[in-house]
């Protein structure tokens, strides 16, 4: 059975750090790429940041760049988010998705696999 389980989220203050985790299992890990979305409600989801199995290379939307870190641990079968100087404008259902043929750059055709999504609420 294919999961994508997302951990980590919670209630955080402006300014604070969250680590999110996405844990995989059922296919074979290091052949997808790995994206990180989030969506409000009301609104479109967004990638947010993704990183490429081949090569590691990453991208971030610009709301993000300098604050967020994706990175991927293969023998754990995890990727992680790493987000520091959180704002209130971060709040959302984060969610991992992964796909052989996602585009890291803008996280783009992301199909196959969804996680269940994990809440991240900033207060001001």
């Known amino acids: 059975e294919v999961q994508l389980v997302e951990s980590g989220g919670g209630l955080v203050q402006a300014g604070g750090s969250l680590r999110l985790s996405c844990a995989a299992s059922?296919?074979?890990?290091?052949?997808?790429?790995i994206g990180w979305f989030r969506q409000v409600p009301g609104k479109e989801r967004e990638g947010v940041s993704c990183?490429?199995?081949?090569?590691?290379?990453?991208w971030y939307d610009d709301s993000v760049k300098g604050r967020f870190a994706i990175s991927r641990d293969k023998a754990k079968n995890t990727v992680y988010l790493q987000m520091n100087s959180l704002t209130p404008e971060d709040t959302a259902v984060y969610y991992c998705?992964?796909?052989?043929?996602?585009?890291?750059?803008?996280?783009?055709?992301?199909?196959?696999?969804w996680g269940q999504g994990t809440q991240v609420t900033v207060s001001s």
């Open positions: 059922g296919f074979p890990f290091d052949d997808f790429n």
């Open positions: 990183i490429r199995s081949s090569d590691s290379k990453t």
């Open positions: 998705a992964a796909d052989p043929f996602g585009d890291y750059y803008y996280c783009s055709n992301y199909n196959d696999y």
